[in-house]
């Protein structure tokens, strides 16, 4: 399979906890996206990578969310302190870099805080 | 603002057209798509139309766009129950490559 993947798929966590997610993007795609899915809208922009560069983190939520690409290919999602208000599907996708620049999703990683 | 509008819902008969809308607001996107999302799976891309277009046409879909009212359709032909989900139609910022989504319009299929 060479589309993009997330993990873990689903994970619960009590408030207060710190979680990470992981995104495996399409292996030659140089860029990275972050988005958050509530329920019943449609995703909300995070954060974007450039290769290793992290060139747009004004939309993160909170100085909890982190995110970081270290050697330009998996990047990862922190959130630190889970509120219950985190509560959410999040998103990653990918692309390449160039004129049409489409993004591919992965399936997403939902998270519930209790 | 960036608000991206969809009607939340549409009901067709199988075998029927379905016409999905969105309005978008920033006249300067390059890039405007629609993708689809069943329940429990990811976002997949259906198509996208470039701004400088009127018109993209692939298969049973066709994607129609009015630059002037910010205006995009998506229309399905013949409609089956496989085409049952939530579409998205998505804007593209060119600052930073940002989409600006729509809630989701659910397409429910009548038989």
């Known amino acids: 399979d060479t589309g993009v993947s997330q993990n873990p798929r689903h994970k619960i966590t009590k408030r207060g906890q710190n979680v990470t997610f992981r995104c495996d993007p399409i292996s030659e795609h140089n860029r990275l996206y972050w988005y958050r899915q509530t329920l019943g809208q449609g995703p909300e922009f995070l954060t974007y990578f450039q290769n290793e560069a992290q060139l747009e983190k004004s939309r993160l939520l909170s100085d909890r969310f982190s995110a970081e690409r270290p050697k330009g290919s998996f990047s990862t999602l922190e959130i630190q302190r889970t509120e219950q208000g985190d509560s959410a599907m999040y998103l990653c996708?990918?692309?390449?870099?160039?004129?049409?620049?489409?993004?591919?999703f992965g399936p997403g990683t939902r998270l519930l805080v209790l | 603002g960036e608000d991206v509008e969809q009607s939340l819902f549409l009901s067709v008969r199988e075998g029927d057209s379905s016409v999905i809308n969105c309005t978008y607001t920033?006249?300067?996107?390059?890039?405007l798509y629609w993708y689809k999302q069943e329940p429990g799976a990811g976002l997949q891309l259906l198509t996208y139309i470039f701004s400088n277009m009127d018109m993209k046409q692939d298969q049973r879909l066709t994607v129609l766009l009015n630059k002037k009212d910010k205006h995009l359709s998506l229309r399905i032909a013949d409609t089956q129950t496989g085409d049952s989900a939530i579409y998205f139609c998505a804007e593209r910022f060119d600052s930073n490559y940002q989409l600006i989504w729509g809630a989701g319009t659910k397409l429910i299929i009548k038989p």
């Open positions: 996708a990918s692309s390449l870099d160039g004129t049409e620049e489409t993004q591919y």
């Open positions: 920033d006249s300067s996107s390059t890039y």
